[in-house]
């Protein structure tokens, strides 16, 4: 009984800010683009690279 | 270059766009040539080891560019920002390619592309006309950029699909939480009643709030259909978990042995993750057709008094206003044709398949293609009062009409929800006056047979169905735009069919004749040169001519290179009268032959007709072409009811007709005199190609050039129809079983739980069934 005051408002928060992190990442736009963010990552930035090249 | 890289793209394919090309060539043609040498000048190489869109796919469309810097968006002093839709945006590679190289421009500040969207976000310091120079950058790139219009922000910009997303986060989130505190009530038989009251409140905190919330989609839709004195499947749902909530705060005020909160939470997430899975379907669709809308719009160049020419959008253009078209494009405004006469393909508005010569002073109405040199025309009506605005207004109400539609879904939930209602009542009245049971304890069996029935299997039961069909065709190049189509095509009785641009090509292709194959060689190199339609279509029979370097065109008339000249009879010294399309070609005085064109069947139309009589509908054509040619093309593919010379109005007549006699007819048409009867009609889907009209008249878009697509999609309307059936009957058996028991007072919490999960897993299997293809699409 002691255990659950202490961890049921622990499992809450943590509920709660899994939420909150969703709810900014839609606001965000995060969701806007799933099939280009599923495969961006694969691919490096070369902009960089090619200014130090050039 | 990695030794992967080299194994990556076989010699047989374009270095490029992947399409086969017989080696020794490594291009399939000059526009992937220079986009190959502009990737690799940039050092982004990379691209063709990760390059994942089909093969021929990436290929420089020769469309010249539009203008874009009028679209372009002030956000500052020399600051500047465009949206633009880049067609040809299919794989993950691409994106990175066009952001890569827009990146490397030095005043550009960001370049962001969205896959699903194909939405390019740019922002340059400087000035407005860069915009024109980027375009020609993503032109060589292979990629065709147009003004994101305000059609394609409304397809991808869906604040309810963000609604929805929020919704079903939140309860996920709450059924979740619920369950952490009433699986706990569930096992823990030996808890004390002080432990059991906390947990019932606990659930109240995490269930009430998300309940409210995560519901308001469901609400919002049942508010409407009360409003306007109908049920739907969104007032059960609503009934059913505001109920349940109701119920569930009172067990727990008096402490009962179990609250039901977990059951409207979760019911809220299944529900809300069908619903958003049948809006991703749909919108996928709805992109993909605003895509193809906005490709087809353009800017008209004006002239002004002083002969200037000037790009302007077409709602800027009024009465009166001279503009110049050139050669191979589409008159946008109804128009007088000044000066010299000129060649016009008319198929969209009249379904001729064949180009027609037009006199000075003759009207043309908006739809028709320069197939001559540039013409100058003067506008005789603004966009708004034109022809076109006409046929918008008649797809207006059609579309208004189609929107009454009831489907099997809103049949259902008009019997069910009353059913529903006097049961709970029922067993409510029963246990509490009949068994004499306090109104706290009769309450629960009464919600508990709203929860069991309850809408899960058979609000997700048409659903699931629709999500998996719609999937499926638009893999196969079906785009289906309306909610409605598929049933209304399940239904379809009779098919009429218009013959240009539908059951044909609608483009010219080179006719069998007596040249030589190094004539056609030698003809098709120069023809390369030229955007006329009837050069390209010589150009497109021998794709592996190399292009004649000092190939000179002589707008409206022909090309010469050297001594050949290829062009109009007349330009090549031929005295021939004839009103088929017709290119001379004649090298160093030899004697002319002749290259003769014709508006060719599509190659699987044939088979189409054949697949569509197996499904046991009648065919018939209607068009607006020259009778002989609308014979020639019934008797070559069996059809025995035709109608030729058909002005839209006689289409619409027919289609008219067609329904006063009690048919469901499924008219098929591209072009903008078939927008009347398309939207007339039961149900319409639009020919590969179409106008935009058609387009926004038709519940369905074929995108493919496969015309076999057509009974495949009839097939899948009827099979999912017969799915959502079997569905709604399973749903319906499962109550049978659930009802007496929950009525009984025997179904707890986690039975209904149970009940509900098996139900929805069962008519979600059984939906996955409609992935299948028709045989003889396999």
Partial sequence: MDALILLVPVALALGLLGLGGFLWALRAGQYEDLDGAATRILFDDQTAERTNRS | MSVISRIAIPATACAHCGASVTPPARYC??????????????????????????????????????????????????????????????????????????AAEPDMLSARAALTTRRLTLRWRGKRERAEEIAALLGRLGFRAVPFTPACLRAADDAETRGLVRALGIAAFGAMNVMLVSVAVWVGEDMGAETRALMHWLAALIGLPTIALAGLPFYRSALAALRARRTNMDVAVSLGVLATAAMSLSEAWRNGPFTWFDGATTLLALLLAGRLLDRTARGRAGRAVAELLALQDGTVRRLGPDGAEEEVAVGAIRAGDR????????????????????????????????????????????????????????????????????????????????????????????????????????????????????????????????????????????????????????????????????????????????????????????????WSPAELRAAAGLARGSRHPLARALAAACPDAPLRADAEEHPGQGMTAGTARLGSARFCGVR???????????????????????????????????????????????????????????????????????????????????????????????????????????????????????????????????????????????????????????????????????????????????????????????????????????
């Fill in chain 2, 323 to 514: 503009i110049l078209l050139a050669a191979g494009e589409r008159l946008r405004l109804d128009a007088v044709l000044e000066d010299a006469p000129g060649l016009f393909d008319l198929a969209a508005t009249t379904g001729e398949s064949l180009p027609r010569p037009v006199a000075p002073g003759s009207a043309l109405a908006a739809g028709a293609v320069n197939m001559g040199g540039p013409a100058v025309l003067r506008v005789t009506a603004a966009a708004a009062d034109g022809s076109l605005a006409a046929t918008a207004r008649l797809l207006d109400q059609a579309a208004e009409a189609r929107g009454r539609f009831v489907t099997l879904a809103d049949k259902a939930a008009r019997l069910y929800v009353p059913t529903v209602l006097v049961v709970a009542t029922g067993t409510f009245l029963g246990w509490w006056l009949g068994a004499g049971q306090g109104w706290q304890a009769a309450l629960v069996p009464a919600v508990a047979a709203l929860i069991v029935t309850c809408p899960c299997g058979l609000a997700i039961a048409v659903p699931a169905v629709q999500v998996v069909t719609v999937g499926a065709l638009f893999r196969r190049g079906v785009l289906v735009t309306s909610p409605t189509a598929l049933e209304r095509l399940a239904a379809v009785d009779c098919v009429v069919l218009d013959k240009t641009g539908t059951l044909t090509t609608g483009t010219p292709r080179l006719l069998p004749g007596i």
């Fill in chain 2, 29 to 102: 043609c000059e526009g992937c040539e220079a986009a190959h040498g502009l990737v690799e000048g940039m050092g982004l190489d990379a691209f063709y080891r990760k390059r994942s869109a089909p093969d021929g796919a990436l290929r420089p469309d020769p469309a010249p560019p539009v203008p874009l810097a009028a679209a372009a968006v002030a956000e500052g002093t020399g600051l500047w920002r465009l949206d633009l839709m880049v067609s040809g945006l299919r794989c993950g590679a691409c994106v990175w390619l066009v952001e890569q190289a827009l």
């Fill in chain 2, 576 to 778: 021939e009268a004839g009103d088929t399309p017709v290119l001379w070609f004649t090298e160093g005085g030899s004697a002319p032959v002749a290259f003769r064109f014709a508006d060719a069947l599509r190659a699987d139309a044939a088979a189409a007709i054949q697949a569509l009589r197996e499904l046991g509908l009648p065919v018939e054509i209607l068009s607006g072409d020259a009778p002989g040619a609308v014979a020639a093309v019934a008797a070559e593919l069996g059809i025995e009811s035709w109608q030729g010379g058909a002005i839209p109005e006689a289409k619409l007549s027919r289609i008219a007709d067609l329904r006063e006699a009690g048919h469901r007819p499924l008219m098929v048409g591209d072009g903008i005199n078939d927008a009347g009867a398309l939207a007339l009609a039961y149900a319409a889907v639009a020919a590969p190609g179409a106008q935009d009209l058609a387009q926004g008249a038709a519940d369905l878009v074929l995108r493919t050039e496969a015309l076999l697509a057509l009974p495949g999609a009839i097939h899948a309307a009827r099979r999912a129809q017969a799915l959502a059936r079997q569905n709604i009957a399973f749903s319906l058996a499962y109550n049978l079983v659930a009802v007496p028991a929950a009525v009984a007072g025997l179904v707890t919490p986690l039975g209904a739980a149970a009940v509900m999960a098996s139900s929805s897993i069962a008519v979600i299997l059984n939906a996955l069934r409609a992935e299948r293809p028709a045989p003889w699409m396999r």
